[in-house]
């Protein structure tokens, strides 16, 4: 069965700051990976979503990479901002079943 | 980016009674459609897998006759909380999918058993 974990649980940063966030898999037997911020009390927004064929996909200050042999994944935040306070997800899919990380929670301070 | 609905976004009710929640893809038809639950700063707990004019398929552990899920189209899946109990209470969200594309969530809907 995939296992998704994702490190650090807990992230706070002063606003400006790069930062980057850790996805890994146990199964490299993926269709796509996608990555989510939720924030309290809310649904999952999608933030970029990664083919098992690409190494990576940009969206304004976010980047994400997949490295499918590893089993990883990162999500790159750059210029950090108050706004991007929220919890990540990434969401492994296997063909028809996701499998979804921890998250990270990230606390940007002003 | 394509939407998914899903009403009521908070609801309190009684213990005993029932309680529906929907979740619409409102501009694209979804191949699959997933029910999670949530707790407090924990991740998704996927309850069941959903698809259309299809029996859903639940989670192991999840009871079948009390979460009822009904995907009547493309475009709809419901999920009743028959006899609601205060243990019932926590944050449910839906999602919707189309294969090879991006998985949608809806916005959650908070619920409180009293």
């Known amino acids: 069965k995939q296992e998704v974990t994702q490190i650090p649980a807990a992230l706070s940063v002063p606003e400006g700051e790069n930062l980057v966030l850790n996805c890994s898999f146990t199964?490299?037997?993926?269709?796509?990976l996608q990555w989510f911020r939720q924030d309290p009390g809310k649904g999952l927004t999608s933030l970029l979503l990664i083919q098992s064929s690409q190494r990576e996909q940009t969206s304004g200050r976010l980047n994400a990479s997949l490295d499918k042999s590893s089993g990883r994944s990162t999500l790159y935040i750059a210029a950090s901002q108050p706004g991007d306070s929220a919890t990540y997800l990434c969401a492994v899919n296997t063909g028809n079943q996701f499998y979804f990380g921890t998250g990270t929670s990230l606390t940007v301070i002003p | 980016g394509a939407v998914v609905s899903q009403h009521p976004s908070r609801v309190i009710c009684k213990s005993g009674t029932s309680v529906k929640i929907e979740c619409r893809s409102l501009?694209?038809?979804?191949?699959?459609m997933f029910w999670y639950r949530q707790f407090p700063k924990q991740s998704l707990m996927l309850m069941a897998t959903?698809?259309?004019?299809?029996?859903?398929?639940?989670e192991q552990g999840v009871e079948k006759d009390k979460f009822l899920i009904n995907h009547a189209s493309l475009t709809l899946s419901t999920l009743t909380v028959t006899s609601a109990h205060p243990e019932d209470s926590s944050f449910y969200i839906c999602?919707?999918?189309?294969?090879?594309?991006?998985?949608?969530f809806g916005s959650g809907t908070q619920l409180s058993v009293l």
């Open positions: 999602s919707a999918w189309l294969v090879n594309e991006k998985l949608f």
């Open positions: 199964d490299s037997a993926i269709y796509n």
């Open positions: 501009d694209f038809q979804a191949t699959t």
């Open positions: 959903s698809n259309e004019g299809s029996k859903a398929t639940y």
